[in-house]
């Protein structure tokens, strides 16, 4: 059995949420951490022995990834360390057809590495208020607003049809969908010209188990509720595409 790799910033955080998220969906076997602190190791080398790969949250990604002439918006807050290591694993998790699960962050570098980009501030790009995707925490998450699913989307054989409550906590987003990915997951209270904002997307390929969320299911999978309910059916099929 291979181990999931989860990629991350806070090694605390990564095992008391996204370590535990796992094993309750079922996943007994190993987690490993990787981190920018970590010793450098090329890519390939760093997903040896990988059943899957787990993008976790956290700071945002810097525009020169998407557009070199674009400038940082006042708001962001860049984590480059992170984009550095991220951008080449998940490029290199796909040439290798291991599985990969973004959140949050995670979902926003995995549209970025496979040539997407990204909204860098919600509230000034969608005249939205400023806490209308900033809710809850880890150790409280919420699950404030809806998202709807896209019907006959992959997403939607986990978790059905929407509109389903999510709890997101960012100010980031897709814009532009990677050509290997599609739009799955939509809040249509948050529009602009070019529609509204995407929650998740998932690799057009359906031989690929590519799959990014905007909110943070890790936070909900010991609620007993729709939730919930959502949140552990997307990890249990995050571990099957993984393996036994």
Partial sequence: MG??????????????????ALKAAGWAGE???LGPEDPP???????????????TGGLDIHPR?????????????VDEARDGLEIPLVRAA??????????????????????????????SHFSCPGDRHQHGTSGNPGALHPVEVGPGSR???????????????????VRRVAPSLRACAWDPGTVAAEGPLVEAV??????????????HPENLVRREDAAGAAARALFRAFLQAAGP
């Avoid at 190791?41 to 790969?53: E, H, K, M, Q, V």
């Avoid at 986990?158 to 987003?173: C, D, E, I, K, S």
């Fill in 3 to 20: 181990a999931i790799l989860i990629s991350c910033r806070n090694r605390d955080r990564a095992l008391a949420d996204y370590a535990e």
């Fill in 31 to 33: 987690t490993r951490l």
């Fill in 41 to 55: 190791r090329p890519s390939p080398a760093a997903l040896d022995r990988c059943a899957g790969l787990l993008l």
């Fill in 65 to 77: 990834h998407w557009d070199p002439a674009e400038p940082l918006h006042p708001a962001a807050e």
């Fill in 94 to 123: 796909w040439d290798q057809g291991i599985p990969i699960f973004g959140i949050c962050r995670g979902e926003q570098v995995l549209n970025v590495a496979l040539g997407g980009s990204l909204v860098q501030d919600i509230p």
């Fill in 155 to 173: 997403l939607s054989a986990f978790v059905g049809p929407g509109p389903l409550p999510v709890n997101t906590r960012h100010h980031q987003a």
């Fill in 202 to 215: 998932e690799a057009v390929d359906p031989k690929r188990w590519v799959l990014g969320v905007q909110w």
